[in-house]
Structures are given as C-alpha cells and as structure tokens.
C-alpha cells in the first residue's frame, strides 16, 4: 500500500505551478498524492503504472470468475485438470 510521506506529497499549487516537473517526478519515483487544503484529493501516476493496475484488475477479475464457473458445472466451466485431461495436455 503507497503511504503518502513529504517526498510524495504534493500540493494543487504544486500542480499548478511545477505541472511538467511533477509528471517527471511521478514517471522516476512513482506516484503522487495531491492534496488541497490538508485534505487527499488525487493520487497522480505514470501511464504505465496505470495500464498495470488495470492489467492486473482485469486478471484478478478473470480468476475470480474461473473460479465460479469451475464450481459450477451448469455454467459451463471445467477445471483445468478436465481441461487438460481433453486435450492431453
């Protein structure tokens, strides 16, 4: 879990003023947290940890469905056992 601490913290004004020093920032040292008088308000991050988080929301999302179609016979999954029993794998 990212913990917001000084070196990740930043500031709307910081946003505002410092836009293209922060983006460098964020893409070398990962992300950070905007906050707004004293209060979160954002967590910015570099497109490609973005694209990461999704990826692995997607393949958590995956597992979790594969799981319940396994359990359960009438929704038309196998398990990987049967599935690898069918093609001889």
Do not use: C
Not at 6 to 33: C, H, M, W, Y
Not at 37 to 54: C, D, F, G, T, W
């Amino acid at each position: 879990m990212l913990i917001p601490t000084a070196k990740n913290t930043k500031t709307i004004t910081d946003l505002r003023e410092k836009a293209v020093e922060l983006l460098d920032q964020i893409q070398k040292s990962g992300p950070a947290f905007i906050f707004q008088h004293s209060k979160p308000r954002a967590v910015m991050l570099s497109i490609e940890e973005y694209a990461n988080m999704l990826e692995m929301l997607e393949d958590y999302f995956d597992s979790l469905k594969a799981k319940e179609l396994e359990e359960d016979p009438q929704k038309g999954g196998i398990s990987l056992a049967q599935l690898a029993r069918k093609y001889h794998l």
